[in-house]
């Protein structure tokens, strides 16, 4: 593939709404990894899969935040009931273990009003 | 868990002049740092890394260094250009297994005509 694919890349969702994020990463990549970036702060890690399986989830702040990657491909990241404190940049990278590159997509901007 | 923090926030340099960043991290055990670069609005990329075996990276006008020891490692740019205008973010991870970056804070830099 040509690179990671992320959407969308804006979403404005009322408080309280439910909100779905796709990543699309390179394909043959095992490892996807989803971070968090707050405006002018570095990216957080969320959670990790190696192929469909959730190996590390630590990073999700609260229980309103799943995602999966069910075929070990496409990944999907919900928030559901968001917050206004929910309102970042979502990240989503492929690769990146063993010391590799982490190839980024270009993030959704989630704006909750 | 690993706490990376970088130094300074903010950075304005002459063209031509060099710019130095530096980093600290917390965990002993981290082993690969990389630098990511990432312009408004756009994914952040990679522009050099190193590993813990190794004490210096250079790559044309960029070079990393790391000091285990002190557990630190430092970007530098050389004859800075107005395009090498970013935000550069520090990261540091333990390989093996899922290695999920634990970022810094970023540092904006501007290079001046």
């Known amino acids: 593939g040509a690179g990671v694919s992320q959407s969308p890349r804006y979403k404005v969702a009322k408080r309280g709404q439910d909100v779905a994020l796709r990543c699309d990463p390179i394909s043959g990549h095992v490892s996807l990894f989803w971070y968090q970036q707050a405006l002018g702060q570095g990216p957080e890690f969320l959670t990790y899969?190696?192929?469909?399986?959730?190996?590390?989830k630590s990073g999700l702040p609260s229980d309103r935040f799943f995602a999966e990657r069910p075929e070990g491909s496409v990944s999907t990241l919900k928030i559901q009931r968001t917050q206004q404190e929910d309102s970042a940049v979502y990240l989503c990278?492929?690769?990146?273990?063993?010391?590799?590159?982490?190839?980024f997509g270009q993030g959704t901007r989630l704006t909750v009003v | 868990g690993e706490n990376v923090e970088q130094h300074p926030s903010t950075l304005s340099v002459q063209e031509g002049d060099s710019a130095v960043i530096k980093c600290t991290y917390s965990?002993?055990?981290?082993?690969?740092f990389p630098w990511y670069k990432q312009e408004l609005g756009k994914r952040p990329q990679l522009i050099i890394d190193?590993?813990?075996?190794?004490g210096e990276k250079k790559d044309q006008r960029i070079a990393v260094t790391l000091n285990k020891t002190a557990k630190h490692f430092s970007l530098h740019i050389t004859e800075t250009q107005p395009e090498d205008s970013a935000v550069y973010f520090c990261a540091a991870s333990i390989t093996g297994g899922g290695n999920k970056l634990t970022f810094g804070t970023g540092t904006q830099l501007k290079v001046e005509l």
């Open positions: 190193i590993r813990s075996n190794v």
């Open positions: 965990d002993s055990a981290s082993n690969y």
């Open positions: 990278a492929a690769g990146g273990t063993g010391g590799t590159e982490a190839f």
């Open positions: 899969f190696q192929n469909e399986a959730q190996l590390d």
